[in-house]
T-cell receptor
Framework: AQSVTQPDIHITVSEGASLELRCNYS??????LFWYVQSPGQGLQLLLKYFSGDTLVQGIKGFEAEFKRSQSSFNLRKPSVHWSDAAEYFC???????????FGTGTRLQVFP | GAGVSQSPSNKVTEKGKDVELRCDPI?????LYWYRQSLGQGLEFLIY????????KSGLPSDRFSAERTGGSVSTLTIQRTQQEDSAVYLC?????????????FGSGTRLTVV
């Protein structure tokens, strides 16, 4: 079955520390992969996406993600977290032949000063 | 419009009442999606419209839920005889001619509270 797993429900980091949010997927076709961020009371904003080509993709707000086919992973990283990055992060997967994205359950990021 | 617009942003209703939630997608976007986000949960797919095709209703949790899309633009999600478990944030998204695989644009959501 197609699925997306975000193993970490809640992560706490100090401002300035590095960050990695995990995402694993199970998908029969070649996946298209996405990371969205949701700030409190807001909708979801697209951070970055991977379709093909270079497996390291850059996104907005200084985020990047790396697609590792052998590990079925698409982890999100940021070298230095800012307090404004506190939010909920969702990984999603789709494909060229699908009409819907499948979302993970999200990881809530808390940033301490 | 410039983005996906949802209204109302918040709705409190009494158990048993009907509610209507509205979504105005980005102009020209042919695909429109409704998702539900319950506290501590991920996004639950509800329904999907693509152009003039029959909608994909496979995610609607019960027959109390229905949605329509008029003129290929605005969509209304209706919940009849609301229950407390319907309390959630209802998110609408749209995608352009390239389709869903290239990502959605989400609205800010409607927070529904059933008391």
């Amino acid at each position: 079955a197609q699925s997306v797993t975000q193993p970490d429900i809640h992560i706490t980091v100090s401002e300035g520390a590095s960050l990695e949010l995990r995402c694993n997927y199970s998908y029969g076709a070649t996946p298209y992969l996405f990371w969205y961020v949701q700030s409190p009371g807001q909708g979801l904003q697209l951070l970055l996406k991977y379709f093909s080509g270079d497996t390291l993709v850059q996104g907005i707000k200084g985020f990047e993600a790396e697609f590792k086919r052998s590990q079925s992973s698409f982890n999100l990283r940021k070298p230095s977290v800012h307090w404004s990055d506190a939010a909920e992060y969702f990984c999603a997967v789709g494909s060229y032949n699908t009409d819907k994205l499948i979302f993970g359950t999200g990881t809530r990021l808390q940033v301490f000063p | 419009g410039a983005g996906v617009s949802q209204s109302p942003s918040n709705k409190v209703t009494e158990k048993g009442k009907d509610v209507e939630l509205r979504c105005d997608p980005i102009s020209g976007h042919t695909a429109l999606y409704w998702y539900r986000q319950s506290l501590g949960q991920g996004l639950e797919f509800l329904i999907y419209f693509q152009g003039n095709s029959a909608p994909d209703k496979s995610g609607l949790p019960s027959d109390r839920f229905s949605a329509e899309r008029t003129g290929g633009s605005v969509s209304t999600l209706t919940i009849q005889r609301t229950q407390q478990e319907d309390s959630a944030v209802y998110l609408c998204a749209s995608s352009g001619v390239q389709g869903a695989p290239y990502g959605y644009t989400f609205g800010s959501g409607t927070r529904l509270t059933v008391v």
